[in-house]
């Protein structure tokens, strides 16, 4: 007896029974993903397009950096060597990439005017292999609460990303963040760099009301500045 060959599309039909035994809800995680890669292959063999292969792009940052002009050389964590350190062992640890070229600047806080900062966002926003900047922390970017925002506000507009290495997972800001989650960061942000301007107000008071003690008391001032210890003798 002859046996009647089967329609093609009883073929197609058995084809994609046979790939949809490898997709069942009763799975892991891991084993969705092996079946998934299954689907694909299985697919090809039938000669239907598989869909095309996606690649995730690592996010690659332009590192900056500031130590103010009052801070010892070696101090603990402030110095820019140290920063970039600690920097490039967040972002490695976090999967991004950094630069190959760095900036900084040794000055205040609340200067605006600062040559570092300034070449680093025009790095961040005229290279296309650059998405965006990195600071330590953000005091490092600003101590004016104002201008921290505006800096990174004009960052995002602009397509690109602004991340706090020391707070990766809560500070990172860009297109690559669903609006959603990008709001919910913005008011704990606003509340640090408040934060922030405040703490360099309130070491400028101290610093103010030790140095005026000490001139009551006719005792020796020391200054630390960036590149050298110095005292002077306040009368």
């Known amino acids: 007896m002859k046996v009647k060959n089967k329609s093609r599309g009883q073929r197609k039909q058995s084809r994609f029974a046979q790939v949809s035994d490898y997709t069942s809800i009763n799975k892991t995680p891991a084993e969705l993903a092996l079946s998934i890669k299954a689907v694909f292959a299985s697919l090809s063999k039938t000669g239907l397009d598989s869909p095309p292969s996606t690649t995730t792009k690592k996010l690659r940052f332009v590192i900056y950096t500031r130590q103010s002009a009052q801070t010892a050389p070696t101090s603990l964590g402030s110095s820019i060597s140290q920063q970039i350190k600690m920097i490039k062992e ?13 900036f900084s600047d040794i000055a205040s806080g609340a200067n605006k005017d600062r040559t570092g900062l300034k070449q680093a966002i025009e790095t961040v926003e005229n290279n296309e292999s650059v998405d965006g900047l990195v600071v330590h922390t953000l005091c490092r970017l600003s101590r004016n609460a104002l201008h921290a925002v505006v800096l990174v506000d ?45 703490e360099r107000q309130i070491s400028q008071t101290r610093s103010r009301a030790s140095a005026l003690s000490r001139k009551q008391d006719d005792k020796v001032v020391s200054k630390v500045s960036a590149f050298a210890k110095y005292t002077v003798a306040v009368h």
């Open 90 to 102: 967040i972002l490695e640890e976090a999967g991004f990439e950094y630069h190959h070229e760095y």
């Open 154 to 198: 004009d960052l995002v507009c602009k397509g690109k990303h602004f991340l706090e290495a020391i707070n990766f997972g809560t500070r990172l800001f860009g297109p690559s963040i669903p609006v959603e989650i990008a709001q919910a960061r913005w008011i704990p942000f606003l509340n640090q760099a408040v934060a922030v301007q405040f």
